[in-house]
Structure formats: C-alpha cells, structure tokens
C-alpha cells in the first residue's frame, strides 16, 4: 500500500511498532493481481447449485505449484490458501526460533516476495501488484475467522459479483 504525501508516494509499513516478530505466530497474507485481473481461477455454482465450483487458471496451477512449496522452502506451517480469481490468500504459521524480533517479518516478506517472483519468471510475465496485506492472527479467535474467511471466500465471490441469485 502507498500513501500520498507533498506530491510522493510512500510505501506504508508492514511491521507493527509494538509487536513481537519473535514469537510463534500466524499471518494471514493476501496479493492481488496486477490491475485485479481475474487471471487465476474461475469460480462458478455447480449443476445442482449446492457447491462453489473453483477450477484454476494455467496462471492459476503456476501460484498452486509454488505455494505447495512454501512450508519446506520457508520453515512455516501452511494452514491453509485459495487462489481466487485476481488474489490469493493464505495463512501460514511461523514457528519460534529464538532469533531476532526480525524472523517472522523477513520470512513473510521473503515468502510472498519470492512466490510472486517464482509465478511471474514460469509464466514470462509480471502478474502481480507490487504490495501484499498481512494480518496477524495472534489469538485463536482472528485465527479461526482468518481460516473461515479463506473458506468462504468463493461463495462469498460468487453472491458479490452477481453470479448468485440475489433473496429479497
């Protein structure tokens, strides 16, 4: 995210003045495609209208092959993800190591930096926003609504972009 200040954009700040990057935590994640386009997956009802139907992009299987990677590539626990059609979230868990306050900060920003990366060299093109949005899941409560909110997200895209019979 960029902020707008005496005729510059500024980057805002991912990391939390007061919060301790050292301890065991989880993070939500979320990237966007480059101009939000719907490039990753198709989400659609299924014939009998009881199921949210996600089928990935060639783009789309790129993100999956990378992401499938990141728990033995980054050290952390991936909990679980959807790659949407023009986004993609995840929530991973970095476990406590006893390093620096820095650990999980570099470990998210290397992870999600180095995924997109990854995506836009297999598909020979830039396909990414340059920011990504995290939060963190610190008790189990933002827990559990973060892993809900990744569950429901395809239902929840399909009543907000009109492809779901609207109930008055």
């Not at 495609?33 to 949210?52: F, V």
């Not at 297999?122 to 990504?132: A, F, S, V």
């Not at 429901?152 to 019979?165: F, K, M, S, T, Y």
């Amino acid at each position: 995210m960029r902020t707008y200040v005496k005729g510059y954009y500024i980057k805002t700040q991912h990391r939390l003045k007061s919060f301790d990057y050292s301890s065991k935590n989880s993070y939500f994640l979320t990237f966007n495609t480059k101009d939000n386009k719907r490039i990753l997956s198709e989400i659609k009802r299924s014939d009998d209208g009881l199921h949210t139907l996600l089928t990935l992009t060639p783009e789309g299987e790129a993100v999956d092959y990378f992401i499938r990677r990141i728990e033995e590539s980054y050290g952390v626990e991936l909990d679980a993800y959807v790659i949407m059609p023009n986004h993609v979230h995840m929530m991973v868990t970095v476990p406590y190591h006893g390093a620096s306050e820095t650990q999980a900060d570099s470990v998210i920003a290397r992870l999600v930096r180095s995924t997109k990366t990854l995506v836009s060299k297999k598909l020979g093109r830039q396909i990414w926003q340059d920011d990504y949005y995290d939060v963190i899941a610190d008790t189990e409560k933002i827990y559990d609504r973060c892993l809900d909110y990744i569950r429901d997200n395809p239902g929840v895209w399909l009543r907000d972009n009109g492809a779901e019979p609207q109930i008055e």
